[in-house]
């Protein structure tokens, strides 16, 4: 089987430092696949070399076999690959809603010539079924209370729950998650958990993750890789990836929250 995502040699700079270096991997679909590693170690820019948000200076980066290296963000979008990020980037302003519907532009059909004809060029029927998709990632998230308030009035956890619907909303074949239990209480942490095994378990969608929180990434992952200062480490089942030496180096001081997730 060949893999979903396949990353090659990727090598990324800023100037005269290194964020990447020669970092490949695979990601077989339906895999939950979780990078970790301590601050600083490049987790983030990989993401973002995936997404489209950085360009590489060197490697490659193919997604269902075709080759995405170059693409610009919306062009991998429209084949399946969907974000979140670790820094929420809501429309404040907007409705929950709103926002999540933004999640569904790319797949419209009827643009700027044919809304004049709302009613005979298929833009009611297709705004309809848009709606019917954003109210059943609404119910699967349980969000439906705050379905109509404003979403910077709500409060991180939930921000972080409905930025989870928006990227659900690209209705994305693999779903890159950049720290989505950052600065959530316990049991935030256990409903986002939950979410995101349905949506890999029950939505058919690939997960590749950062996690900061190993109970988390023991406890959901098929596979973890590892990176240090922007090179893989370590890479295979989590508890195999715990047991190893250089990763308990590269955390230094959370080797006990290491353990301790082990058990």
């Known amino acids: 089987m060949k893999p979903l995502l396949e990353v090659k040699q990727i090598d990324l700079a800023f100037g005269g430092v290194k964020a990447l270096t020669d970092v490949s991997?695979?990601?077989?679909k339906g895999d939950v696949y979780s990078i970790i590693g301590p601050n600083g170690a490049g987790k983030t820019?990989?993401?973002?070399?995936?997404s489209g948000r950085y360009q590489p200076q060197q490697g490659s980066i193919s997604f269902k076999q075709q080759e995405i290296t170059r693409m610009k963000p919306n062009?991998?979008?429209?084949?399946?690959?969907?974000?979140?990020?670790?820094?929420?980037a809501l429309f404040s302003h907007m409705s929950v809603l709103e926002n999540?519907?933004?999640?569904?532009?790319?797949?419209?059909?009827?643009?700027?010539?044919s809304g004049p004809l709302y009613w005979f060029s298929g833009a009611q029927k297709e705004e309809l079924e848009h709606r019917r998709t954003v109210e059943e990632i609404i119910d699967f998230l349980e969000i439906a209370h705050i379905r109509k308030k404003q979403t910077g009035t709500l409060s991180y956890?939930?921000?972080?729950?409905?930025?989870?619907?928006?990227?659900?909303?690209?209705?994305?074949?693999m779903i890159l998650l950049d720290e989505p239990m950052a600065g959530m209480n316990q049991e935030e942490k256990e409903d986002?958990?939950?979410?995101?095994?349905?949506?890999?378990?029950?939505?058919?969608?690939?997960?590749?993750?950062?996690?900061?929180?190993?109970?988390?990434?023991?406890?959901?992952s098929n596979r973890v890789m590892v990176l240090d200062f922007g090179s893989k480490i370590?890479?295979?089942?989590?508890?195999?990836?715990i047991d190893n030496e250089h990763v308990r180096r590269a955390y230094l001081g959370e080797e006990d929250d290491l353990l301790e997730a082990a058990v």
């Open 25 to 28: 991997f695979t990601v077989n």
């Open 45 to 50: 820019s990989m993401l973002n070399c995936i």
């Open 75 to 88: 062009q991998r979008s429209s084949l399946g690959l969907g974000r979140t990020f670790q820094n929420l």
């Open 100 to 113: 999540i519907l933004v999640g569904r532009h790319h797949l419209l059909k009827n643009n700027f010539a």
């Open 157 to 173: 956890g939930l921000r972080k729950r409905v930025e989870l619907a928006r990227a659900i909303a690209l209705k994305p074949d």
């Open 192 to 220: 986002m958990a939950r979410y995101i095994l349905d949506l890999n378990e029950e939505w058919g969608m690939t997960v590749v993750m950062i996690e900061h929180d190993m109970s988390v990434v023991m406890g959901i």
């Open 234 to 241: 370590a890479e295979g089942l989590p508890e195999e990836v």
